[in-house]
Antibody, heavy 123, light 108 residues
Framework: QVQLVESGGGVVQPGRSLRLSCAAS????????MHWVRQAPGKGLEWVAI????????YYVDSVKGRFTISRDNSKNTLYLQMNSLRAEDTAVYYC????????????????WGQGTLVTVAS | ETVMTQSPATLSVSPGERATLSCRAS??????LAWYQQKPGQAPRLLIY???TRATGIPGRFSGSGSGTEFTFTISSLQSEDFAVYYC??????????FGPGTKVDIK
């Protein structure tokens, strides 16, 4: 069965960095686009970033452009989110989510989600 | 950016009753709309994609309709496990992919 397990969250000071990981299993990771979606405490869902199956194409929400980098290691079945210059408004549960489409075409909705990892940006 | 709105913000329904939720897009998203269910402390779960196609394993009491800018999600007969927050998401105009603010379905 598909499993996505996020890790790397924690409490970090404003301006510092954090790297999240998402370990995938139960499907051919290298054939699927992957996303990060976040949810601030008590708030709704916000899409953050997408990375194509081979890592060649990536897109971000404007609020994280230039600060966050999505990447993947298909040999390790792992997705990453490098978060730099963190701000208080980045405080959220970060979910990795599998795109429902496989190579060569993403479908851009999310058929499996991890349980999330909480990032708290506070001094 | 395509802005998604949902109404009502909260819907109070008795078990066994029908629940109808609305989602509106600020511009056409064709039929590229999904619905998710989220329970407290859990990740969202995909229910509907393509505006009206149920995801694998989703019970028939869940249905979706609409296209363009107006969409409806219906639970035909609410079960106790259906009380949750429901989000719509468009994936036609991107980036970014955008979600509605959610509708909370609670017990009347």
């Amino acid at each position: 069965q598909v499993q996505l397990v996020e890790s790397g969250g924690g409490v970090v000071q404003p301006g510092r960095s954090l790297r999240l990981s998402c370990a995938a299993s139960g499907f051919t990771f290298s054939s699927y686009g992957m996303h990060w979606v976040r949810q601030a405490p008590g708030k709704g869902l916000e899409w953050v970033a997408i990375l194509s199956y081979d890592g060649s194409n990536r897109y971000y929400v404007d609020s994280v452009k230039g600060r966050f980098t999505i990447s993947r290691d298909n040999s390790k079945n792992t997705l990453y989110l490098q978060m730099n210059s963190l701000r208080a408004e980045d405080t959220a549960v970060y979910y990795c989510a599998k795109d429902a489409g496989g190579w060569p075409t993403n479908l851009y909705y999310f058929d499996y989600w991890g349980q999330g990892t909480l990032v708290t940006v506070a001094s | 950016e395509t802005v998604m709105t949902q109404s009502p913000a909260t819907l109070s329904v008795s078990p066994g009753e029908r629940a109808t939720l609305s989602c509106r897009a600020s511009q056409s998203v064709s039929s590229n709309l999904a619905w998710y269910q989220q329970k407290p402390g859990q990740a969202p779960r995909l229910l509907i994609y393509g505006a009206s196609t149920r995801a694998t394993g989703i019970p028939g009491r869940f249905s979706g309709s609409g296209s363009g800018t107006e969409f409806t999600f219906t639970i035909s007969s609410l079960q106790s496990e259906d009380f949750a927050v429901y989000y719509c998401q468009q994936y036609n105009n991107w980036p970014p992919f955008t979600f509605g603010p959610g509708t909370k379905v609670d017990i009347k």
